[in-house]
C-alpha cells in the first residue's frame, strides 16, 4: 500500500493517562472530527486509565492487584502531569476548568463518541494489568493488540503519539 493515498483521518495513540496530556488528546480529537476528519483514539498502556471504568476490579493475583491498587482508574481520577503537588495542581486545574465552562475529560468521552471518534483499548497492556472488557467505559468500540491498530494508523494523514 506504499504511495496509496491517505484518508481524512486522525490517528491517536494515548500512552498516558495525565490529565494534561488527555486533554490535549481530546481537544485534538474533538477539533480534528468538527473539521469533517475521522478519529481513532487508541488508548495503551497508562492512557487505558481514561477509559476504564473506576470500580473497575482487575482479575490476577500479586503483581496484577499490586498495580491496580497503585493505578487506579478512571477520567476523574487523571493528575497532571507537572505541578500536580499532591493533588492539589489537578484540583485547580479542575476548579479552573469548571469555573471557565470548559468540559472535563469525564465530560469529553461521552460527547467525543456521540461526534463520532472511535475508541480502542489495547489488550496487551489490558492483560499486564488484569483488565477486561467489562472495566472499561461502554463507550470504547473495540479491543485489539498492536498490529489491528497499525494497520487502521497507516491509513491516516495525522498520527499522534501521547
Given at each position: 500500500?506504499?504511495?496509496?493515498?491517505?484518508?481524512?483521518?486522525?490517528?491517536?495513540?494515548?500512552?498516558?493517562?495525565?490529565?494534561?496530556?488527555?486533554?490535549?488528546?481530546?481537544?485534538?480529537?474533538?477539533?480534528?472530527?468538527?473539521?469533517?476528519?475521522?478519529?481513532?483514539?487508541v488508548f495503551t498502556?497508562?492512557?487505558?486509565?481514561?477509559?476504564?471504568?473506576?470500580?473497575?476490579?482487575?482479575?490476577?493475583?500479586?503483581?496484577?492487584?499490586?498495580?491496580?491498587?497503585?493505578?487506579?482508574?478512571?477520567?476523574?481520577?487523571?493528575?497532571?502531569?507537572?505541578?500536580?503537588?499532591?493533588?492539589?495542581?489537578?484540583?485547580?486545574?479542575?476548579?479552573?476548568?469548571?469555573?471557565?465552562?470548559?468540559?472535563?475529560?469525564?465530560?469529553?468521552?461521552?460527547?467525543?463518541?456521540?461526534?463520532?471518534?472511535?475508541?480502542?483499548?489495547?489488550?496487551?497492556?489490558?492483560?499486564?494489568?488484569?483488565?477486561?472488557?467489562?472495566?472499561?467505559?461502554?463507550?470504547v468500540d473495540t479491543f485489539v493488540g498492536?498490529?489491528?491498530?497499525?494497520?487502521?494508523?497507516?491509513?491516516?494523514?495525522?498520527?499522534?503519539?501521547?
Open positions: 500500500m506504499e504511495g496509496a493515498q491517505k484518508q481524512d483521518k486522525m490517528f491517536l495513540i494515548i500512552y498516558s493517562g495525565d490529565l494534561d496530556r488527555a486533554l490535549s488528546a481530546f481537544s485534538l480529537a474533538l477539533a480534528a472530527i468538527s473539521l469533517g476528519m475521522a478519529v481513532t483514539m498502556m497508562w492512557g487505558l486509565n481514561i477509559v476504564r471504568r473506576p470500580d473497575a476490579k482487575p482479575e490476577g493475583s500479586g503483581l496484577r492487584k499490586l498495580i491496580a491498587r497503585l493505578n487506579r482508574g478512571g477520567a476523574r481520577r487523571l493528575q497532571l502531569s507537572r505541578l500536580n503537588m499532591m493533588g492539589l495542581g489537578t484540583a485547580l486545574m479542575n476548579r479552573t476548568m469548571r469555573r471557565s465552562g470548559l468540559p472535563t475529560v469525564a465530560d469529553m468521552i461521552p460527547l467525543a463518541k456521540q461526534m463520532g471518534v472511535k475508541y480502542i483499548a489495547c489488550t496487551t497492556p489490558m492483560g499486564l494489568m488484569g483488565l477486561t472488557e467489562k472495566d472499561f467505559v461502554p463507550e498492536a498490529a489491528t491498530y497499525l494497520l487502521e494508523a497507516k491509513e491516516a494523514a495525522l498520527t499522534y503519539f501521547i
